[in-house]
Nanobody
Framework: QVQVVESGGGSVQAGGSLRLSCAVS????????MAWFRQAPGKEREGVAG???????TYADSVKGRFTISQDNAKNTLYLQMNSLKPEDTAMYYC???????????????????WGQGTQVTVSS
């Protein structure tokens, strides 16, 4: 069974920074495609940051230039560095993962098979 565990959320003031981490593991499997999503109260879940099929990063327009996604493949760990945080970034942040077979094609589409429990990010003005 694939386990997806996020960490690093918290409360910050506008303009502050947070770094989220996501560890993915499954016995006998070592390669995963991963991405970050978020869901604010009363809103649909949206893709925040991920990777395109060519391996390049992709971001939601609302976070471009402020958020940076990175992945440590050796550790199957995903990171999201969030700078210049705004109150509208307040949401539950989820890590999504899927076994990498031929490549990572989902990008920011919520088609991943495995999801973490989420970590809350709250930005106050």
């Amino acid at each position: 069974q694939v386990q997806v565990v996020e960490s690093g959320g918290g409360s910050v003031q506008a303009g502050g920074s947070l770094r989220l981490s996501c560890a993915v593991s499954e016995y006998g499997y070592t390669s995963f495609c991963m991405a970050w999503f978020r869901q604010a109260p009363g809103k649909e879940r949206e893709g925040v940051a991920g990777f395109r099929s060519d391996g390049k990063t992709t971001y939601a327009d609302s976070v471009k230039g402020r958020f940076t996604i990175s992945q440590d493949n050796a550790k199957n760990t995903l990171y999201l560095q969030m700078n210049s945080l705004k109150p509208e970034d307040t949401a539950m942040y989820y890590c999504a993962a899927d076994r990498r077979i031929l490549g990572c094609v989902y990008g920011l589409e919520p088609k991943y098979s495995f999801w973490g429990q989420g970590t809350q990010v709250t930005v106050s003005s």
